[in-house]
């Protein structure tokens, strides 16, 4: 097996690493088709608890 000739410094690896991890990325918002409130994609709606057109969850009460 290959080994490495030297050892990576940890500024060449933070900088590789950076590709795969790099920044922070807001969550993707749609509308739901229930109710019209903003939810995040693939998860049921929090205000109606609607998900693909069936109520899957209780809605949580307003505060």
């Known amino acids: 097996?290959?080994?490495?000739?030297?050892?990576?410094s940890k500024s060449r690896t933070n900088?590789?690493?950076?590709?795969?991890?790099?920044?922070?990325?807001k969550?993707?918002?749609?509308e739901c088709q229930n109710c019209g409130n903003p939810k995040m994609l693939h998860r049921a709606c929090p205000s109606c608890g609607y998900y693909r057109g069936r109520q899957v969850i209780e809605p949580k009460?307003?505060?």
Do not use: D, I, S, T
């Open 1 to 8: 097996m290959a080994n490495p000739r030297r050892k990576n």
């Open 15 to 25: 900088k590789r690493r950076a590709v795969y991890y790099g920044g922070l990325r």
């Open 27 to 30: 969550p993707e918002v749609m």
């Open 61 to 63: 009460e307003a505060l």
